[in-house]
């Protein structure tokens, strides 16, 4: 499954209102695109124009020099962004227990406006 940004959806797919939920071709795969970023959202990376599900293998949780991950969340309507603030202050406290060397996990919260 992917989630793409508007400009994606609008240069490439014309900006079609049907696309959510049908199947793409990346990389010789099919995939359902399950989303849209409003251009009102800034995201942290402003090249990345379509983003997939982390899988992460038993090499990957245990390297401790590639660690950057990049997470975009979205609230559902009605939930506060109180709710986002105790999830993020939980995953750091959850990082706390890692190895000394997966500590640090400054992690930022953007909000977009609708």
Request: aromatic share 6%; no cysteine; proline share 6%.
């Amino acid at each position: 499954m992917v989630v793409m940004t508007e400009a994606l959806w609008r240069r490439e797919f014309g900006a079609d209102p049907n696309l959510v939920g049908r199947n793409i071709r990346i990389d010789s795969r099919q995939v359902a695109v399950v989303g849209v970023i409003p251009s009102s959202v800034a995201t942290v990376a402003a090249q990345v124009e379509m983003f997939r599900p982390l899988a992460i293998d038993n090499t990957a949780a245990h390297d401790h020099v590639s660690r950057q991950t990049f997470v975009l969340a979205r609230l559902r309507d009605g939930v506060p962004v109180s709710a986002a603030l105790v999830a993020k202050a939980s995953a750091r406290e959850a990082s706390r227990k890692q190895p000394p060397g997966l500590r640090t996990w400054p992690g930022r919260l953007y909000r977009s406006q609708r």
